[in-house]
C-alpha cells in the first residue's frame, strides 16, 4: 500500500467528529444540574447526548471497526473506569450530604451510561452471529442492570437496533436496513413517553438528524490522534470536575 492509500485510510469521518463534539457538549449541560435546580433546565438540551452517543457508538462499530471484540472491550473498560466518577457525581445530585458509604451504594447499585451503550452493541454482536438465545438473555440482563438513573431495557435495544441498521445499510440490506431503524424509532418514543414535548422532539430529532447525515455525506479529513484521549478522558473528569465544583459550593 503506497503512501497516499495510507493517508486515505486514516482520514476520519467529519459529520461523525461533529456528532460526538455536540454530544460531548450536549452532556456536559445536562450534567450540571448537579449544582442546584436552576440548572435543571439544562436537562431539555441535555436529552441529545444519549441518541448522538447511540448513533456515533453504533456507526463506528459497524463501519469503522476491525476488532469488535476490542472495541466491546474498550468500552467496558471505560465503564469501569467512570463509575467510581458517576457515583461521585450522583450522589452529589441525590444525597444533600453524601458520606463515603452512601457514595459507595450509589456505586453499586447505579451504572453509568455507558454500559447502556455496552449493552446494546453487545446484543447486536451475538444478534449478528446469530446466538440468538444468548442476544435475548443479554438484552434483559443489561435493561435490568440499567434501568436506575440510565435508560434500561428501550435504551439498549435502541443502540443494538441501529447497530444492526447501519450494519445492514453498509451491506445494502435496505429492507432489514428499514426494520432496524423502525425499531430504534420506536425505542426513542417509548424511552421519553412521560416526558414533555421539547424534550421528546430534541431527543428523537438528534437521531434522525445525526443518522442521515452520516448516510447523506461523507467529508473527510486527516485528524490528530490525540483527539481520541479526549473523547474517553471526557466523561470521567467532567463528572469529577462537577462535584469537585460542587463541593465547594454546598
Same mark, same amino acid.
Given at each position: 500500500?503506497?503512501?497516499?492509500?495510507?493517508?486515505?485510510?486514516?482520514?476520519? %469521518?467529519?459529520?461523525?467528529?461533529?456528532?460526538? #463534539?455536540?454530544?460531548?457538549?450536549?452532556?456536559?449541560?445536562?450534567?450540571?444540574? #448537579?449544582? =442546584?435546580? !436552576?440548572?435543571?433546565?439544562?436537562?431539555?438540551? =441535555?436529552?441529545?447526548?444519549?441518541?448522538?452517543?447511540?448513533?456515533?457508538?453504533? /456507526?463506528?462499530?459497524?463501519?469503522?471497526?476491525? !476488532?469488535?471484540?476490542?472495541?466491546?472491550?474498550? *468500552?467496558?473498560?471505560?465503564?469501569?473506569?467512570?463509575?467510581?466518577?458517576?457515583?461521585?457525581?450522583?450522589?452529589?445530585?441525590?444525597?444533600?450530604?453524601?458520606?463515603?458509604?452512601?457514595? *459507595?451504594?450509589?456505586?453499586?447499585?447505579?451504572? %453509568? #451510561?455507558?454500559?447502556?451503550?455496552? =449493552?446494546?452493541?453487545?446484543?447486536?454482536? *451475538?444478534?449478528?452471529?446469530?446466538?440468538?438465545?444468548?442476544?435475548?438473555?443479554?438484552?434483559?440482563?443489561?435493561?435490568?442492570?440499567?434501568?436506575? +438513573?440510565?435508560?434500561?431495557?428501550?435504551?439498549?435495544?435502541?443502540?443494538?437496533?441501529?447497530?444492526? +441498521?447501519?450494519?445492514?445499510?453498509? !451491506?445494502?440490506?435496505?429492507?432489514? $436496513?428499514?426494520?432496524?431503524?423502525?425499531?430504534?424509532?420506536?425505542?426513542?418514543?417509548?424511552?421519553?413517553?412521560?416526558?414533555? !414535548?421539547?424534550?421528546? $422532539?430534541? +431527543?428523537?430529532?438528534?437521531?434522525?438528524?445525526?443518522?442521515?447525515?452520516?448516510?447523506?455525506? %461523507?467529508?473527510?479529513?486527516?485528524?490528530?490522534?490525540?483527539?481520541?484521549?479526549?473523547?474517553?478522558?471526557?466523561?470521567?473528569?467532567?463528572?469529577?470536575? /462537577?462535584?469537585?465544583?460542587? *463541593?465547594? #459550593?454546598?
Amino acid at each position: 500500500m503506497d503512501i497516499a492509500a495510507q493517508n486515505k485510510n486514516k482520514k476520519s %469521518n467529519l459529520v461523525l467528529e461533529v456528532i460526538k #463534539i455536540i454530544a460531548f457538549l450536549s452532556m456536559a449541560l445536562d450534567h450540571l444540574k #448537579i449544582m =442546584g435546580p !436552576s440548572y435543571f433546565v439544562l436537562e431539555t438540551p =441535555g436529552r441529545a447526548a444519549y441518541p448522538l452517543f447511540a448513533v456515533a457508538l453504533a /456507526y463506528s462499530y459497524s463501519y469503522h471497526t476491525r !476488532s469488535k471484540k476490542s472495541y466491546l472491550l474498550r *468500552l467496558f473498560a471505560l465503564g469501569v473506569i467512570s463509575q467510581p466518577f458517576f457515583a461521585l457525581w450522583l450522589s452529589g445530585l441525590l444525597i444533600k450530604a453524601p458520606t463515603w458509604d452512601t457514595i *459507595l451504594s450509589v456505586e453499586m447499585t447505579s451504572l %453509568n #451510561i455507558l454500559f447502556n451503550l455496552l =449493552g446494546g452493541l453487545f446484543v447486536a454482536l *451475538l444478534f449478528q452471529k446469530k446466538r440468538y438465545a444468548l442476544a435475548v438473555l443479554s438484552f434483559l440482563l443489561f435493561g435490568a442492570i440499567t434501568h436506575k +438513573f440510565s435508560y434500561g431495557a428501550p435504551g439498549v435495544l435502541m443502540v443494538a437496533a441501529l447497530a444492526l +441498521f447501519f450494519n445492514e445499510t453498509k !451491506s445494502q440490506n435496505f429492507h432489514a $436496513a428499514s426494520l432496524y431503524f423502525s425499531c430504534a424509532l420506536a425505542c426513542s418514543f417509548v424511552l421519553l413517553s412521560t416526558s414533555n !414535548s421539547s424534550t421528546r $422532539a430534541i +431527543f428523537v430529532s438528534s437521531m434522525l438528524l445525526s443518522v442521515f447525515s452520516l448516510l447523506i455525506f %461523507n467529508a473527510k479529513m486527516e485528524l490528530p490522534e490525540w483527539r481520541r484521549w479526549i473523547y474517553y478522558c471526557f466523561y470521567p473528569v467532567h463528572l469529577f470536575v /462537577y462535584w469537585l465544583i460542587w *463541593l465547594s #459550593i454546598v
